[in-house]
């Protein structure tokens, strides 16, 4: 069974443009989880998407948004990339937005803003 | 202060060395998730666990609800086992709450 997936793996953007980041989760999960590693820090919740409304968002600027899709992909786009957007984003998908419910993680996108 | 807090930060050992990793936290949660950080970013989930112990090969997760800790230890640790290990909380709402993490270092 393939895990989640993230693309793309790397992208680098310079300031004032826009990120389009996606995700794929395990399939038959309908929550998609998106979390930001920036360097020398800890993760850092984003947002939760779970059958394609958004359920909850992290302490992060309106600039970082995201949708999920009737296939339960999901998308974060950061608009108006400012250098200290510059991180690891990592999504999660469960199977529901279960406190008890484990997620499962994709390999990452490393954003570069220069 | 940060709602999870890990220790060491760094921790170096030599293989074949038992390791544990330490995680308190202040809040009230409903589950706690060990995962793994290799370099490269990916992460895998280890454990969650909300009461007791797990076990999976020679990973052992404990965790006391009461005392607000958990650990997580390593048997015969091996340099494959070379990571970064993060506790990672869940509590009222689904989001999840991040330690900074312990790199491990387990040389030949």
């Known amino acids: 069974e393939a895990g989640v997936t993230q693309s793309p793996t790397h992208l680098i953007k310079t300031r004032g443009q826009q990120a389009t980041l996606r995700c794929s989760p395990i399939s038959g999960h309908t929550s998609v989880y998106w979390y930001q590693q920036a360097l020398g820090l800890g993760l850092q919740f984003l947002l939760w998407?779970?059958?394609?409304?958004?359920?909850n968002r992290g302490n992060f600027p309106p600039r970082f948004s995201g949708r999920q899709f009737p296939n339960y992909s999901s998308e974060l786009n950061v608009n108006a990339l400012e250098l200290e957007d510059s991180a690891l984003y990592l999504c999660?998908?469960?199977?529901?937005?279960?406190?008890?419910?484990?997620?499962?993680f994709g390999q990452g996108t490393r954003l570069t803003v220069v | 202060k940060n709602e999870v807090e890990q220790s060491p930060q760094n921790l170096t050992a030599q293989e074949g060395e038992f390791i544990t990793i330490n995680c308190s936290y202040s809040?009230?949660?409903?589950?706690l998730h060990w995962l793994q950080q290799h370099p490269g970013g990916g992460i895998v989930s280890l454990f969650m666990l909300s009461s007791g112990k797990k076990k999976h090969g020679r990973l052992i997760a404990t965790i006391n609800i009461q005392e607000k800790h958990s650990s997580l230890h390593i048997t015969a640790s091996h340099p494959r086992d070379s990571a970064v290990y993060i506790c990672?909380?869940?509590?009222?709402?689904?989001?999840?709450?991040f330690g900074t993490g312990t790199r491990l270092q387990v040389f030949p």
């Open positions: 999660a998908s469960s199977l529901v937005g279960s406190v008890d419910t484990e997620a499962f």
């Open positions: 809040v009230g949660i409903s589950a």
């Open positions: 990672a909380v869940r509590w009222n709402t689904d989001k999840l709450i």
């Open positions: 998407y779970d059958e394609g409304e958004e359920r």
